[in-house]
């Protein structure tokens, strides 16, 4: 899987506040963690966003926004936004923001 540094790009910028933000290579992407728990991702099919389990109906309701798999497998809590959502400022900030949201109820790793 090939990374899109545009995307990469732009969750710098928005994330670049966040305390206690760090970022590695994951899932054939790039991923970002706060306090070691994964918020979302970045790669060339779109970004992945951790909303956490019950949290992501609303999001799914969003054309271009489908749950995350692993290969068949259903990721409870993760939803894949494709371009046309993440190259939408204020619906990409949206997210994230809900991200943070559930990422701040978790224990620090």
Request: with cysteine; proline share 3%; charged share 30%.
């Amino acid at each position: 899987m090939a990374r899109d540094r545009g995307l990469e790009e732009l969750l710098n910028d928005d994330l670049a506040e966040v305390p206690k933000l760090t970022s590695k290579a994951m899932f054939g992407g790039w991923a970002w963690l706060v306090n070691g728990n994964l918020l979302c991702g970045a790669r060339d099919d779109g970004m992945l966003v951790r909303l956490g389990k019950g949290n992501d109906g609303w999001a799914l309701k969003m054309a271009g926004v489908e749950p995350m798999r692993s290969g068949t497998r259903h990721m409870d809590g993760w939803v894949r936004a494709a371009p046309e959502v993440w190259g939408n400022d204020a619906v990409r900030r949206k997210l994230l923001e809900a991200a943070r949201e559930f990422v701040r109820t978790l224990r620090a790793k």
